[in-house]
Nanobody
Framework: QAQLLESGGGLVQAGGSLTLSCAVS??????MRWFRQAPGKEREGISC????????YYVDSVKGRFTISKDNAKNTVYLQMNSLKPEDTAVYYC??????????????????WGQGTQATVSS
C-alpha cells in the first residue's frame, strides 16, 4: 500500500524558511512532485524531481527560492523553501508519479498523494 506523509509545515514570517518532508512507502521508481493550493485557488504544481537521475524542475514563481531534493536511503523527498513570501501561504502536497524518466507537474489519474501540510507566511 503506497503511502506519502508530509511534515514540516508551520507559521513563519516573510523572508523566513521552512523545510517540508515527504516520507514515501510502498513505491519505487516514481518521480516525486510538490504541489500547493492557496485559499480560493486551484492546486498548482511547483516542483518535481525524477526517480533516476534526480533532474529537477521548478515553476518560475519558486525558482531560486525553493529546492527539491531526495534521500533514497530514507525514501524521503524534501522541499527547502527560502525567502518565503505571504503569497507562498498554502497547503503543500507531495505526489508520486509513475514515470521512469524525467518528471512533470501535471496531475494524472494514477498519481499518489499525501494528505498535505499547511505553510503560512505572515507579512
Amino acid at each position: 500500500q503506497a503511502q506519502l506523509l508530509e511534515s514540516g509545515g508551520g507559521l513563519v514570517q516573510a523572508g523566513g524558511s521552512l523545510t517540508l518532508s515527504c516520507a514515501v512507502s510502498g513505491l519505487q521508481g516514481y518521480a516525486m512532485r510538490w504541489f500547493r493550493q492557496a485559499p480560493g485557488k486551484e492546486r498548482e504544481g511547483i516542483s518535481c524531481i525524477s526517480s533516476g537521475s534526480g533532474s529537477t524542475y521548478y515553476v518560475d514563481s519558486v525558482k531560486g527560492r525553493f529546492t527539491i531534493s531526495k534521500d533514497n536511503a530514507k525514501n524521503t523527498v524534501y522541499l527547502q523553501m527560502n525567502s518565503l513570501k505571504p503569497e507562498d501561504t498554502a497547503v503543500y502536497y507531495c505526489s508520486a508519479e509513475s514515470r521512469p524518466i524525467g518528471c512533470t507537474i501535471v496531475e494524472g489519474r494514477d498519481d499518489h498523494w499525501g494528505q498535505g501540510t499547511q505553510a503560512t507566511v505572515s507579512s
